[in-house]
């Protein structure tokens, strides 16, 4: 048994057992969120999720889909067309996180403003007291 980025290799098998920090760290990343929650509703593009997922770069959409699909949460389709078309689903595994990571984005967006509220606050209070 040999320890590698925080996962337990067993044998000539190679399974991994990752430990729930790092399960948490790939579900609960910062562009993991919204494609999960837009897969999860059903088949989905790369260009929908560019546009769906506010923020992210081409290079960063590709690596969290390849990391998503490599860890069971995404299934990826490619159809044999030209140009080739790939659709992006929920796992099983992945449609069982949905309501918590709707309950999750639908916090945040409650308290979004009292969260930048409290930031601003918290800046103007240690920004004299550092001076």
């Excluded at 993991?32 to 088949?43: N, Q, T």
């Excluded at 009292?114 to 920004?127: F, Q, S, V």
Aim: charged share 25%; hydrophobic share 40%.
């Amino acid at each position: 048994m040999s320890q590698g980025n925080n996962c337990v290799t067993i044998g000539a098998a190679q399974a991994r057992a990752c430990t729930v920090r790092e399960a948490l760290d790939r579900v609960g990343g910062k562009w993991s969120i919204g494609i999960l929650v837009a897969a999860a509703r059903g088949p989905v593009r790369f260009t929908e999720l560019e546009r769906e997922v506010e923020g992210i770069s081409r290079r960063m959409l590709t690596l969290t889909l390849r990391n998503l699909e490599r860890d069971g949460l995404l299934h990826r389709k490619v159809y044999p067309t030209v140009p080739p078309r790939v659709e992006y689903t929920a796992t099983p595994m992945a449609l069982e996180l949905y309501e918590s990571l709707v309950a999750l984005t639908d916090w945040a967006e409650r308290h979004r403003m009292a969260i930048g509220a409290a930031r601003a606050a918290y800046d103007r209070e240690h920004a004299t007291a550092d001076d």
